[in-house]
C-alpha cells in the first residue's frame, strides 16, 4: 500500500509516527505475577493511514510495552509500506539523495552493519525493500543502487525473516529462484 509521504512512516521519530496512530491500553493474561490483569499495560498501536498494527504485552510497565510497540509497528510499516518516491528514482535513473544519509551511515565499505533490534533498523528495511520492489526483485541490482554486495543485502534481509519471505514471494510472482 502507497504511502503519499516523501518519507517513509519506518523512519520517523516515534513522536511523528505517532501523531498518525490509535493506542489502545488493555489487559492481557498470562504469566507476570500477581500485578499483571490488575493494570491496562499492554499495548495496540495502529497507524491509521495504512492499518498497520503493532502490539506488546511482555513487560509490566506500559511505557516499556509502548516502545516496544512503537519499535514492533515501524517493522510492520518496513514490511507492508512501500515508498513511490524509491520507484520514481530508480525509473528516471536518479541517484540524489540515494541511498539516503542513513543508509549511507550502516553501509560502510559495502557492508551493512545493524543490529535488528536497533532504532536505526526499521527505517534501514523500509530502504532495502522499497529498493528491492523498485527494481523488480532483483536483488543484484538493487545492491548496486544502494551501494552494497548483494550477499550482504540478503544477509541483511536474513535480519527479519518476514523481509526475506516478502521478497522471495516478489521473486516467485516474476519467475525468480528464491533467495536463501
Known sequence: ???????????????RLLASCDIHNTRRSGPGGQHRNKVETAVV???RPTGVAAEANERRSQAENRAVAVFRLRVNLALAVRSPMCAQRIASGTQENFPTSLWQSRCAGARISVSPTHDDFPAILAEALDTIHATEA???????????????????????????????????????????
Request: glycine share 2%.
Open 138 to 180: 532483483d536483488v543484484a541490482r538493487a545492491a548496486e543502487f544502494l551501494a552494497c554486495t548483494s550477499s550482504q543485502l540478503v544477509k541483511f534481509l536474513k535480519k527479519e525473516p518476514r523481509a526475506l519471505m516478502l521478497v522471495n514471494r516478489w521473486r516467485a510472482d516474476r519467475q525468480l529462484h528464491g533467495l536463501r
Open 1 to 15: 500500500m502507497p504511502d503519499p509521504s516523501p518519507v517513509h512512516p519506518a523512519a520517523l521519530s516515534a513522536d
Open 45 to 47: 498501536i495502529t497507524h
